[in-house]
Structure formats: C-alpha cells, structure tokens
C-alpha cells in the first residue's frame, strides 16, 4: 500500500466563500502515483467544509442561502458565551459535512461528469488547511 | 492491497425514489475477495445521494418530507437561471451526502442489525450512476 | 496493508448526548501500529451519529438546538406507526451523518487544533455500538 499526504491552506477575504479545488486534488493523485484507491479531502476546521457538487454560481449560492437559513450569522448562540461570533459556522459545518472520499480509478478521479470538489469556508479571513491523503496502489 | 470497483445504473420512473441497494454492495464486496477493508458507495451525479437508515417505509417518508420542508421542489433557486429545475435536488444531495463508507470484516459488510444502504434519487426519469469500490485485503 | 477493528459500547442515562471519544479513537490508532492509513468512525445504529466538531458544551447545545428545530422529539412522524417514537433520532442522524474518517500520518490521528470527534445519541438509554476500522500501512 502507498499513500500520500498534501495540505491546502487558505485565507478567504469574504467571510463565507465556497471555492473549486478540484484540480488541486487531481495534482495531489497524480504526484501519489497511485492507480486504484481513495482519496480523503477534509477540512481541519471546525468552521468549514468540504462537500462536492456543481460549479455553477447560482447553485452554490442556492446551498449559503440554505444553510443561512437553517444557521444564520448573528444570533445569540450558546456558543457564543465564550467571547466567539462563529456560531453559524459551526453549524454550517455540520450539515455540509466537513469531508468527502474521491475514489481513484485506473490513476485519476473517479468523478461523474457534473461533480466537483468544493472548500466551503464559513468563518475566514485567517489562515485555514485542509488535508488531502490518498492511499491505494 | 486488493481493489474492485463496479457502477450501478439507475433510471427511476419518478422524480424522488429511495432504492434499497445493501445486497447489491454485498455482492461486490464477495466478488472483490476482501476480507477486511473499505467499501466506498458514492452517487456519481449532484443531484442524488447515497445513505445508510432503516428499511421502513415510514421513515423513508419522513426523510422526504424533511428534506421536502427544508429544500422544496419548485421555487425559483438561482441555479434555475441556467434553464434548470432541479435546484431543490442538489441541496438535498448536499444535505443527505453523496456517500457512506461501509467497513468489510471476516468478508462482510460490518452494519449494525438494522443498517440499510439507500440510493437516493432527488431528480430521476433518467440514467444515473453510482459507483461502488470496495479496497483492502 | 494492515487492519483493525474496535468496537465501542455506550448506554446513556439521557435520550440525546453527545460523548467526545477523540482518546478512545487514538487508542485505536495507536494499537493498530499504523502509521499511515484512514480510521473510519461509524456508527452501528440508526439513530445516533458520528461527527467531528469542536468540545466545547455551548456549541454541543447549539447542534442540539437546531437539530431539534430541525427534526424535533415528539410530532407524529409516520415511522411511528410501527409503535416506535424515534422518528426524530433517524431523522437527526441523516442530518450529521453517521460516520467520519480521521486520517492518521506518522502514528497519530491528524486532526486540525480544534478538532474532536463525537458519538451523538438520539435515542439513548440501551446499548449501542460504534465502529472503529483502521486500515493502512
């Protein structure tokens, strides 16, 4: 068995932004050089996520205005009385969940056609990582 | 390490069906010979998802009706500006998740006495994949 | 490729909690001998769940709030129709997912700082089980 460990770090300059990572993915499986495996991409934050569905601006907007619903930015979470804001984020992170497995088939990702691998950050401005482990071989 | 993947093809005749498909992951994990591993189940399309819950009728129902309540059919998402109608049908995949990982021990698939594997069509009348990959040893 | 299997009981006094086991993950980790590979955390019932957030009890209570908002104890789901009263824990454990995969680099689980994994009880006061599975290298 093989594997191979990258991280990604990102500093957003919106609070809430979802951004495409696929591509850097597929460079992670590719320097692997593994042919048939999974690989994990997970936030490693407690305020963010990493989910995978359509590039199209509408839809992702569709998926804040849902989740803004659901967890709004603002109100008095009990979370809160510890002198934080990210309430929401938490939250947000939960229902999104903060991670997906990528199969890796015949030495590239094995995604349909439409799919493609998202970081959703809810709480940013600062410094935030994401692990990418592929193993396989 | 071993690997074995295989696509299951769904076409349902209504728009939202939950299929339950653990024999079918059974099969392939005894074709695959893996005694001990991981089994990845992952729709290949963002408008369905793959989970694992009871095999209840009722529940099923339930299911429907809170993603129906939180992410309706019918209003007029963002993402309908590119012509679509099926926004409803990514933020409920986003909501259920696209996948599960189901362990292998002894040969099997490791669930509890009441675990079902559920495809989850959120927009169907056509072909649609999921793919199954089962890696270990 | 190596391989490791645990299981975790619980029986809780209260109908939902919310039980960090992080060391209980790590022990795992470290009895497996891996030192590169994906622990998978599952849960082995219907109505409880696995997630990886943040222990801190204001945002335990926040997660709760909205899943109660979200799916709440009590209305008459249909799933009750078998006699049960548990719709509202099937419901709440699709809404986090059942399951996470921590990966673990050089012997040790490689979660962010902030980050600690929880069973999440629905329908408590009997027995229950968790999966842990290593697998790796």
Same mark, same amino acid.
């Given at each position: 068995?093989?594997?191979?460990?990258?991280?990604? %770090?990102?500093?957003? *300059?919106?609070?809430?932004?979802?951004?495409?990572?696929?591509?850097?993915?597929?460079?992670?499986?590719?320097?692997?050089?593994?042919? *048939?495996?999974?690989?994990?991409?997970?936030?490693?934050?407690?305020?963010?996520?990493?989910?995978?569905?359509?590039? *199209?601006?509408?839809?992702?907007? $569709?998926? $804040?205005?849902?989740?803004?619903?659901?967890?709004?930015?603002?109100?008095?979470?009990?979370?809160?009385?510890?002198?934080?804001?990210?309430?929401?984020?938490?939250?947000?992170?939960?229902?999104?969940?903060?991670?997906?497995?990528?199969?890796?088939?015949?030495? $590239?990702?094995?995604?349909?056609? %439409?799919?493609?691998?998202?970081?959703?950050?809810?709480?940013?401005?600062?410094?935030?990582?994401?692990?990418?482990?592929?193993?396989?071989?």
């Amino acid at each position: 068995m093989k594997s191979y460990t990258e991280y990604l %770090w990102f500093n957003t *300059e919106k609070r809430r932004e979802y951004i495409r990572i696929t591509d850097k993915v597929r460079e992670a499986c590719k320097k692997s050089g593994i042919k *048939e495996g999974f690989i994990l991409v997970s936030a490693m934050h407690i305020s963010a996520g990493v989910f995978v569905n359509d590039n *199209e601006s509408g839809i992702l907007k $569709d998926i $804040d205005n849902m989740l803004e619903k659901i967890a709004p930015f603002g109100p008095d979470y009990n979370h809160h009385r510890t002198g934080e804001d990210n309430g929401d984020a938490h939250l947000k992170s939960i229902l999104v969940h903060h991670q997906v497995i990528v199969p890796v088939t015949d030495g $590239d990702l094995d995604l349909g056609p %439409w799919q493609e691998i998202f970081y959703a950050e809810f709480d940013g401005r600062r410094r935030k990582r994401v692990i990418i482990k592929v193993i396989g071989e």
